[in-house]
């Protein structure tokens, strides 16, 4: 059974970077697409990116698009998830999931994902 784990998070300034690594276990990521959300307590869950099995497709929401970006080394079982110029909005729980596609141009639907992972947190405060 697919199993997913986040890491990366931590305590970054505005401004800052952080790479953030979703790797799987159980079951091979080279034939799956892979999507990050993120959320925040008393806030809707917010689509992030996502990449296609064979990374020809890469989606970044618009808003995020230009400080965030995706990749994926299948060699290592891993997606990554690059930030820069963090802002404190960009505060939540990143997680990473299974899809079935990387449209993510619509709201976050539960349906959308599956094998989340437990999330690693993000704080982006001075």
């Known amino acids: 059974q697919l199993q997913l784990v986040e890491s990366g998070g931590g305590l970054v300034q505005p401004g800052g970077s952080l790479r953030l690594s979703c790797t799987a276990s159980g079951s091979s990521l080279a034939n799956l697409h892979i999507g990050w959300f993120r959320e925040t307590p008393g806030k809707e869950r917010e689509q992030v990116s996502c990449?296609?099995?064979?990374?020809?497709?890469?989606t970044v929401s618009r808003p995020l698009k230009g400080r965030f970006s995706i990749s994926r080394d299948n060699a290592k079982n891993t997606i990554y998830l690059d930030m820069s110029n963090l802002k404190p909005e960009d505060t939540a729980t990143y997680h990473c999931?299974?899809?079935?596609?990387?449209?993510?141009?619509?709201?976050?639907?539960?349906?959308?994902?599956?094998?989340w992972g437990q999330g690693t947190q993000v704080i982006v405060s001075a």
């Open positions: 999931a299974r899809r079935s596609g990387c449209n993510i141009g619509g709201p976050w639907r539960a349906s959308d994902y599956e094998d």
């Open positions: 990449i296609s099995n064979s990374a020809t497709v890469t």
